[in-house]
């Protein structure tokens, strides 16, 4: 079966399920799930978009407000495959912290294509031009593993804003699964993994 990044597969999750069918939700395939032609983000658009790895993908967060500065926090929800495994049957931890950066990167990305369209709205840029500028990077990002992540199963990747100083947002992130009975509702949600990492906004190029 095709990886489908749509809300489908985790409806049939009961632990996501009750996530991302609360209200007020605002539900969209991240960007970095779509090829480009300049080959950017081609390793969760294409390397990461099987069968066998990452099968599904979607982001959440809560309407905003249209005063809003900004959206504080998103979920990622993937469904992983077993040619993720490090140990059988448990994620590589490369990938999880691959995850996490991806899952802080998305907030990012949700938080730069909402000041468009903002700025679309005041008149600032014309409405059918993309977001430009290049985003921003990870400049460290710190993972403390806490317990295995199983694949075969989906996740959660939440990621929130501690703090935002100019060109600098500090980030932190939490990957938690349903463990002790499968994928149904007698399981515990957990967290496996936390992160916490800065993200740097270029300086405009002087040329």
């Known amino acids: 079966m095709p990886p489908s990044d749509t809300r489908d597969p985790f409806l ?6 009750s ?55 998103v979920s990622t929800f993937v469904t992983l495959g077993t040619d993720l495994d490090g140990h059988p049957g448990i994620l590589h931890g490369g990938i999880v912290a691959s995850l996490i950066d991806e899952a ?7 938080n730069h294509e909402r000041d468009h369209l903002m700025a679309v709205g005041k008149g600032l840029v014309d409405g059918e031009l993309p977001a430009t500028g290049l985003g921003s990077f990870t400049a460290y990002l710190n993972i403390k593993f806490l317990k295995p ?8 990747i939440v990621a929130w804003y501690v703090k935002r100083e100019g060109r600098k947002d500090f980030i932190e992130a939490e990957v938690r699964q349903n463990v002790g009975g499968g994928e149904d509702d007698s399981g515990e949600v957990v967290v496996c ?4 990492a800065l993200f740097v906004v270029p300086r405009a190029s002087k040329v």
Not at 104 to 110: A, D, H, K
Not at 193 to 196: H, L, R, V, Y
Request: with cysteine.
């Open 12 to 17: 049939r999750i009961p632990w996501t399920a």
């Open 19 to 73: 996530l991302v069918s609360r209200p007020n939700l605002i539900i969209r395939v991240p960007g970095s799930r779509l090829p480009k032609a300049t080959n950017e983000d081609s390793l969760f658009a294409t390397t990461l978009k099987t069968p066998s790895t990452v099968r599904s993908c979607v982001s959440t967060y809560t309407r905003p407000e249209p005063d809003a500065k900004y959206i504080d926090l």
């Open 104 to 110: 802080m990167g998305i907030l990012q990305s949700v």
């Open 149 to 156: 992540v199983r694949t075969s199963a989906a996740v959660q």
């Open 193 to 196: 993994a936390k992160g916490e």
